[in-house]
């Protein structure tokens, strides 16, 4: 059985920094672009950033760019989120996914087009 399961989300200050971690399990992606999605309370899940198989190409969101970095480690099967210089706007449930097509760019900030996802870590920007 497939599983990705997000880690790492917390209570944090304005200005302070979280690292998510994503664990895949069931099968391995290191084949597949993997993402990062997020959703507010009362908004549609949106996009934040994107990592392709290898780890060489990565696409952000305006919203996080300078701030949020992705990175995989291949042989842990695993993915990450580096969010420094948080917000109280960056408050959501952050979401792990993986899209099978292997064209990154296509369709790579539609959450339609993923097939996998994590349940999701509650990250929680305080003033």
């Known amino acids: 059985q497939v599983q990705l399961v997000e880690s790492g989300g917390g209570l944090v200050q304005a200005g302070g920094s979280l690292r998510l971690s994503c664990a895949a399990s069931?099968?391995?992606?290191?084949?597949?672009?993997m993402a990062w999605f997020r959703q507010a309370p009362g908004k549609e899940r949106e996009f934040e950033a994107a990592?392709?198989?290898?780890?060489?190409?990565?696409y952000y969101s305006d919203s996080v760019k300078g701030r949020f970095t992705i990175s995989r480690d291949t042989a842990k099967n695993t993915v990450y989120l580096q969010m420094n210089r948080l917000k109280p706007e960056d408050t959501a449930v952050y979401y792990c996914?993986?899209?099978?097509?292997?064209?990154?760019?296509?369709?790579?900030?539609?959450?339609?087009?993923?097939?996998?996802w994590g349940q999701g870590t509650q990250v929680t920007v305080s003033p």
């Open positions: 996914a993986v899209k099978k097509n292997l064209n990154f760019y296509r369709d790579i900030d539609v959450s339609e087009a993923y097939d996998y």
């Open positions: 990592i392709s198989w290898s780890g060489s190409t990565t």
């Open positions: 069931g099968r391995s992606f290191s084949d597949y672009p």
